[in-house]
């Protein structure tokens, strides 16, 4: 199941969600699948997850489902700019982790859409997918990004399938 053109789920069993937390009313949009942590400063909300956040309860990635109760309903309008990929600031989300959950990772160029818009691409991995490996760790990269870990750091996901003919990287939670 795909919540954006960059990330989704494949396997649902142990997946937790989080109640939902408020993302921030300002500053940049947080992209749909990216990790975030709560924020010790001010309670009830969401941050981007610092490089160094550990695997814990407290953190995961975030989810935001786009939904007609949510006053956009592209049905009913031929045009919606609405950037589908992002939590819009100030809204309620998700955050999700759960040890075996499996999701999945693309990293995306711009589109040029039917009408001549051009809908923005977008990256959830640090640099390029191919350069990953099976078996291999996510962890935060402090930008809103994953990125191969390194060393003894406690991967929050290991990667399980990478498709490099569409780059879509497939890994399970380990927390």
């Keep these: 199941m795909g919540y954006s053109r960059n990330f989704g789920m494949r396997s649902f069993e142990n997946i937790v969600r989080d109640g939902r937390f408020r993302v921030p009313k300002t500053g940049t949009p947080f992209v749909i699948g990216s990790p975030v942590q709560l924020d010790p400063a001010t309670p009830g909300f969401l941050r981007a997850a610092d490089a160094a956040a550990p695997r814990s309860q407290a953190c995961g990635l975030v989810l935001f489902e786009h939904i007609q109760a949510k006053g956009v309903d592209t049905f009913l309008t031929t045009v919606s700019d609405t950037p589908f990929n992002l939590v ?11 040890a075996g959950a499996k999701v999945w990772f693309k990293n995306t160029g711009d589109k040029v859409l039917y009408d001549g818009r051009t809908q923005e691409g977008g990256a959830l991995i640090a640099g390029d997918p191919a350069d990953l490996e099976i078996g291999q760790g ?38």
Aim: charged residues 15%; aromatic residues 8%.
């Design 88 to 98: 819009p600031l100030g809204n309620y989300a998700q955050m999700i982790h759960g």
């Design 138 to 175: 996510l962890v935060p990269d402090g930008a809103g990004r994953l990125r191969a870990a390194t060393g003894t750091e406690a991967a929050w996901l290991t990667i399980e399938q990478i498709n490099p003919a569409t780059s879509v990287v497939e890994a399970r939670f380990e927390f």
